[in-house]
Nanobody
Framework: QVQLVESGGGLVQAGDSLTLSCAAS????????VGWFRQAQGKEREFAAA????????YYAASVKGRFTISRDNAKKTVTLQMNSLKPDDTAVYYCAAGPRDSRWHVGLVYDYWGQGTQVTVSS
């Protein structure tokens, strides 16, 4: 069992940076991949980034590659999403998810555990 709590969202201007954190509880956190997803109002949830259990592999959606960086600290049971050069299109509720049942880390349905989400709003 893994419980996830996101934090760090807020209101920023275009071009600013923001750091999201996902704090986890549960013994198995350090052994599972973690992903960040986002859902804008009126749109479907979409993949943003994912990281392997060791942190050795990372994956990004094309829309955020080069601007977002995902990292993890298994000792602290946290996963961080550093977001730079934010755009109004990045406005969404951001969710972290853990424990994908297969290697399709970009697919939300394969994740077993989800946080409650944190709102990110980027003004133009």
């Amino acid at each position: 069992q893994v419980q996830l709590v996101e934090s760090g969202g807020g209101l920023v201007q275009a071009g600013d940076s923001l750091t999201l954190s996902c704090a986890a509880s549960g013994r198995t956190f350090s052994t599972v991949a973690v992903g960040w997803f986002r859902q804008a109002q009126g749109k479907e949830r979409e993949f943003a980034a994912a990281i392997s259990w060791s942190g050795g592999s990372t994956y990004y959606a094309a829309s955020v590659k080069g601007r977002f960086t995902i990292s993890r600290d298994n000792a602290k049971k946290t996963v961080t999403l550093q977001m730079n050069s934010l755009k109004p299109d990045d406005t969404a509720v951001y969710y972290c998810a853990a424990g994908p049942r297969d290697s399709r880390w970009h697919v939300g349905l394969v994740y077993d555990y989800w946080g409650q989400g944190t709102q990110v709003t980027v003004s133009s």
